[in-house]
């Protein structure tokens, strides 16, 4: 998914970092409380315009306590030598700052499962090689991006050219769908960077109706070194703000 040239032994960082980064990139449109609050997609009336849709999500991502994701990559391109791509993740977010989750990495010409617990300024990676869990301190804080002032959630304000809300269903959920372009440059501190300024990346998150939650979040476009015009990063979201233990594994 996005491809970094580095030496096998800081590959265990970064793809710690990504992990967590990736899990947390829906949050260009993040989930935000459940019915009990005033959604503007769930409020009669008139349909809600993306910026209403976008507006609500960054007052109601603060009240947000745990949510599942899971990720799908399509149509990724060759990736450059030496680079790690993430081609899928299944994880749950704990707020502020505790992440646990399954990816399928393609390390070297080969697809190898990865699992990660990020619990404050440290994650517990396992080793692609050995499956054994390795420490990772400092690689990131997951409440860094959580934050709803200063973290991914803002990348929200820099949507451009918003369409109109049509009806669509996720998973039977019904939901209002609208797109939007992102500047790949904005996604640099997670995609490594290295796209040409005006890279524009289509975006589109359908919003449930019914309670005004994120339900999809699709990415299409060249994020970052390997990805073709067609590769596509699709976020479905679910499990929001249920139970969720996540402790550091034996080591």
Known sequence: MVSFHLPV????????????CALLLMSCKLPWQQARSTAVASAPGPKPTAQQLITTVQKNFRTVTAFHVLMKVENLGTAPDGAIQIRSADGDVVMPDKVKASANVLLSGQVVGVELVSIGDTQYLTDPITGQWRVVKGVLNASTLTDPNTGIVSLASKLTGLSKPI???????PCWRFTGQLDAQT???????????????LTSVCVGKADGLPYQLAVTGEAAKGDTAQTARTFTISNYNETITIAAPQI
Request: proline share 3%; hydrophobic share 55%.
């Open 9 to 20: 032994r800081r590959v265990l960082a970064y793809s710690a970092l990504f992990m967590v």
């Open 167 to 173: 009806d669509d269903a996720v998973n039977g959920n």
């Open 187 to 201: 996604l640099a501190f997670l995609t490594g960077g290295g796209m040409p300024a005006g890279t524009m990346l």
